[in-house]
């Protein structure tokens, strides 16, 4: 039952990767300013975030799709994805508010990923591998395959993961394998991270942490 | 759990997701041990490559290593050939998933230790050069690296490489060979079903339109049918290939979640679909479709018309990329001379 309801809002989701947005509401950047000023507090003034060791990270929202941020924050309110801190900010915010922030984050310039820094070597290859290729022994997709090359993100269904915090990609993988995040079209997310073992999941963070995510980064690097 | 014909598949994916056992699984390998799985009854060649990462720690000739190598990155990003040898959004890849290792995702090695053998395909002996250059010219719509070329040598030496240890011409079947379909479901396939089926599964990566999707100009998921596909030649324009393919692989990360109907029903929306023309074509579908019928189009739809709008399938002569250029291993006579049996 629930799959099907998935694969219903996957068929939306796949019409948004052409048309560029089913969850189409036109977004103001300006009005966005405004309505993220309670934002602030976590995700800072230029949407980078920040990466709390041991605690919950706060994400980077500057450069994500702006669709994706949209579904998100509808997905917060509607309890499709569940989380304490974040749910309350969401719920104040109205639809238009909501294209509104998601089109003013979309637009800011890219910040770097933290919380990779310290990984060894050998954890960081591990992650690179899992990024790159997948480890097929245990079917685990590449993460590029879905997430496009260099984990850059493709249309608004796959989120661009590079340059993210450690600790929230980390938070993110967990939350899936312990089925407490549910909200990816055709559990497509879930799938791959319930064969992730702990290890795993630290190495592939580690390593899209310390990843520029896009090209205009890349060169700028 | 009983209606899970492979046991693999509980340990994978689909059957644990439809029956909602959370399971962690990410202990369990895809090559689990032969003991471990009631088709070692079977009595099975089971064989698990070996990886690149094995390739780097293996004390093999350096020379030979940087070819493998080679071999691998040209199987993985065949797009390197594009206008070359490719001329489609393809890599070896996108059908032989997981750097074609994977059990029954048409893992290659196999060709290695089974061939030379006689092909019916071609009718003829192939060796492993030949039954590569078959993909070049089908599944890539291309033109296959000149024998013995570096690309060649390449690609041959990363696919015997992977059958590292197997026997050579083996006296049993082998595990997780080709892309075995789905018993046929009670239901005769059915294209409006299939089009239903194919948006809700799978049009959120290959789009609604099968022409897949390109990321700044870079290969992320490949085109089902159309001008980027593979041509109508192709193995997996077979309805009972592409149903094969479908449930073992797709959608990506969880094989075998399909349903046998649903998976028939995809198979048939999307062989009904226009690809670029056989390589074989001589100017007249219905003959073409004729003249290789017994030996392949019997298995297509090419050639037959489509019920929805009259369509006949293959009746063009769109060529894709490539234009007229012929690939020149199609139809190159060999072993004229020998005298029968």
């Known amino acids: 039952m629930n799959q099907k309801c998935l694969s219903r809002f996957g068929l939306l989701m796949g019409i948004s990767l052409v048309t560029g947005g089913a969850l189409a509401q036109q977004g103001d950047a300006e009005r966005g300013q405004a309505a993220a000023a309670t934002c602030i507090a976590c995700h800072q003034a230029d949407g980078s975030g920040m990466n709390v060791p041991n605690g919950e990270s706060w994400p980077r929202l500057a450069g994500l799709n702006g669709d994706y941020i949209a579904k998100q924050l509808h997905d917060f309110k509607a309890g499709q994805r569940q989380n304490a801190t974040m749910v309350t900010f969401a719920n104040m915010l109205d639809d238009q508010q909501i294209a509104d922030v998601a089109e003013y984050y979309s637009q800011m310039p890219l910040t770097p990923g933290n919380g990779g820094d310290e990984a060894d070597e050998a954890l960081l290859a591990r992650g690179q591998q899992l990024a790159e290729r997948g480890d097929w022994n245990a079917y685990i997709v590449s993460c590029q395959s879905c997430h496009g090359p260099g984990g850059m993100g493709v249309g608004s269904t796959f989120p661009g993961v590079a340059s993210q915090h450690a600790g929230y990609i980390s938070a993110q993988l967990t939350a899936w394998k312990n089925e407490t995040r549910s909200n990816d079209p055709q559990d497509l997310m879930g799938a791959i991270a319930k064969r992730m073992s702990d290890n795993d999941i630290q190495a592939v963070s580690a390593w899209y942490a310390t990843q520029p995510g896009s090209e205009a980064q890349e060169t700028a690097q | ?341």
Not at chain 2, 252 to 280: M, V
Not at chain 2, 296 to 301: C, I, P, Q, T
């Open chain 2, 1 to 341: 759990m009983t209606t899970c014909r492979r046991p693999l598949a509980i340990a994978l994916t689909g059957c644990s997701l439809a029956f909602g056992v959370g399971i962690s699984v990410y202990a369990t390998s895809v090559f689990a041990q032969q003991e471990e799985r009631p088709d070692a009854a079977l009595n099975m060649l089971v064989h698990e490559p070996p990886s690149m990462e094995d390739l780097e720690n293996s004390d093999i000739h350096p020379e030979l290593k940087s070819v493998i190598r080679y071999g691998h990155d040209l199987f993985t990003n065949t797009q390197q050939l594009r206008g070359e040898n490719v001329f489609n959004d393809m890599n070896c890849s996108s059908c032989h998933l997981g750097e074609g290792r994977v059990p029954f995702s048409a893992p290659v090695w196999a060709a290695a230790i089974t061939l030379p053998d006689f092909r019916g395909k071609n009718q003829h002996v192939n060796n492993l050069e030949e039954r590569i250059a078959g993909c070049f010219a089908y599944s890539m719509n291309g033109v296959p690296p000149a024998y013995g070329s570096d690309e060649m040598l390449a690609l041959s030496a990363y696919h015997q490489w992977l059958a590292t240890g197997a026997p050579m011409y083996p006296d049993k079947p082998i595990y997780g060979r080709g892309f075995p379909a789905p018993d046929e479901p009670e239901q005769a396939p059915d294209y409006a079903r299939g089009e239903t089926a194919y948006q809700e599964n799978c049009a959120i990566c290959h789009q609604q339109d099968g022409s897949g999707h390109y990321e700044n100009g870079e290969y992320v998921f490949p085109p089902p049918w159309g001008d980027g596909s593979n041509n109508w030649g192709a193995g997996i324009v077979r309805v009972d290939t592409m149903a094969g393919f479908i449930y073992q692989n797709m959608p990506l990360g969880q094989p075998r979640s399909l349903s046998a109907q649903d998976t028939w029903d995809i198979a048939y929306y999307i062989t009904s679909q226009e690809r670029p023309q056989d390589p074989r074509y001589n100017g007249d579908v219905a003959e073409t479709a004729e003249q290789f019928g017994p030996t392949f189009h019997k298995r297509s739809l090419y050639g037959q018309t489509r019920e929805h709008d009259d369509h006949v399938l293959g009746d063009h002569d769109n060529f894709g990329e490539k234009g007229d250029i012929k690939p020149w291993n199609v139809g190159m006579p060999r072993f004229e001379n020998l005298p029968g049996e």
